[in-house]
């Protein structure tokens, strides 16, 4: 399983911000996918998942209503759109791919991308 998240870079409070996942069509056919994030000195965080059908999702609380994850099969990418961003996102973005739907543990999910840096100036 092979992951590359992207999109990320600076930007000012406010802006949005849309991530993307290169992943493969059988990935997305056979995991779930999530996004995780790890802000600077501190642990690595769930952020969004989306089930393997792509029916369902669930989010962390501090991004409900902000952050939207979705997917294109057809290109085999995951997404997260990013809005309203705040300072408090700035962190190291991951996408991950698992077997467990919808969870925020992130020890369930066993495989993992390369992050992208998120940067929320004030």
């Known amino acids: 399983v092979q992951l590359q998240a992207s999109g990320g870079g600076l930007v000012q409070a406010g802006d949005s911000l849309r991530l993307s996942c290169a992943a493969s069509?059988?990935?997305?056919?056979?995991?779930?996918m999530g996004w995780f994030r790890q802000p600077p000195g501190k642990e690595r965080e769930f952020v969004a998942a989306?089930?393997?059908?792509?029916?369902?999702?669930s989010y962390a609380d501090s991004v409900k209503g902000r952050f939207t994850i979705s997917r294109d099969y057809a290109r085999g990418t995951v997404y997260l759109q990013m809005n309203s961003l705040k300072p408090e996102d700035t962190a190291v973005y991951y996408c991950?791919?698992?077997?467990?739907?919808?969870?925020?543990?992130?020890?369930?999910?066993?495989?993992w991308g390369q992050g992208t840096q998120v940067t929320v100036s004030s």
């Open positions: 069509r059988r990935t997305l056919s056979l995991y779930n």
């Open positions: 991950a791919a698992g077997l467990s739907t919808l969870t925020s543990t992130r020890d369930a999910y066993r495989n």
């Open positions: 989306i089930s393997r059908s792509g029916g369902s999702t």
